[in-house]
């Protein structure tokens, strides 16, 4: 089974600053796709961003953009210009190509402090 | 489009009775998955289903749980008799084919007394 790792419970960022959550994952396959999920106190899942093995190309998306180190099985998430409703739960999460439920790892709280 | 939709978000229920969660799933995603949020063990996917049929339920806990997808616009989460651990946060959601992003309810916050 796939495993998703976050040895990140909590992390602390202030505002306007820089901050990357680490996840790793443990599989087997060549072909699957890596996710972020930001879950704010509304308890609502929203995905962040996303990323296909395939790409070698690190995905980017306005503020937010990941490290993915594939042979490392590394795929961080990098929050640039941070802001007060970044404060949330991050999620890491992985789906095999051929499969479509997603495998969670088990969070990192992010506080963002002014 | 609404997104998954979600009812209740909250219930709270009696140890042994019965506890039904329902799912509107985002109208033509072919798939559905039910997970289930612990402090303990996190996100875990109970079942999904592709086009109405159950395709994997081997994360449902026990006999005590079923789901159901009738059609295309609903499913439920059945939990029979209810008890204490199983007090956790379900969330229903929804995608679009294989490799796409899923799309995901606002949970439903079940508590077992």
């Known amino acids: 089974a796939q495993t998703v790792t976050q040895s990140q419970p909590e992390m602390s960022v202030q505002e306007a600053e820089t901050v990357t959550l680490s996840c790793t994952y443990d599989?087997?396959?060549?072909?699957?796709?890596l996710f972020w999920y930001k879950q704010p106190p509304s308890r609502q899942m929203i995905l962040v961003i996303r990323q296909e093995a395939y790409k070698q190309q690190n995905a980017t998306e306005n503020r937010f953009s990941v490290n993915f180190q594939k042979a490392a099985k590394s795929f961080s998430l990098k929050i640039s210009d941070s802001q007060l409703g970044d404060a949330a739960m991050y999620f890491c999460a992985y789906r095999r190509d051929s499969g479509y439920a997603l495998n969670f790892g088990k969070g990192t709280s992010l506080l963002v402090t002014p | 489009d609404a997104g998954v939709i979600q009812s209740p978000r909250h219930e709270v229920t009696e140890m042994g009775q019965e506890v039904t969660l329902r799912c509107k799933p985002i109208?033509?995603?072919?798939?559905l998955f039910w997970y289930r949020q612990t402090m303990m063990r996190g996100l875990e996917l109970l079942i999904y289903?592709?086009?109405?049929?159950?395709?994997?339920d081997s994360g449902m806990p026990e006999d005590r749980f079923s789901a159901k997808m009738p059609n295309a616009s609903f499913s439920t989460l059945k939990i029979q008799p209810s008890e204490p651990r199983d007090s956790a946060v379900y969330f229903c959601?929804?995608?679009?084919?294989?490799?796409?992003?899923?799309?995901f309810g606002q949970g439903t916050r079940l508590t077992v007394v």
């Open positions: 599989t087997s396959e060549s072909d699957y796709y």
């Open positions: 109208s033509g995603h072919d798939y």
């Open positions: 289903f592709n086009n109405n049929v159950p395709i994997d």
């Open positions: 959601a929804s995608s679009l084919g294989a490799p796409s992003e899923a799309f």
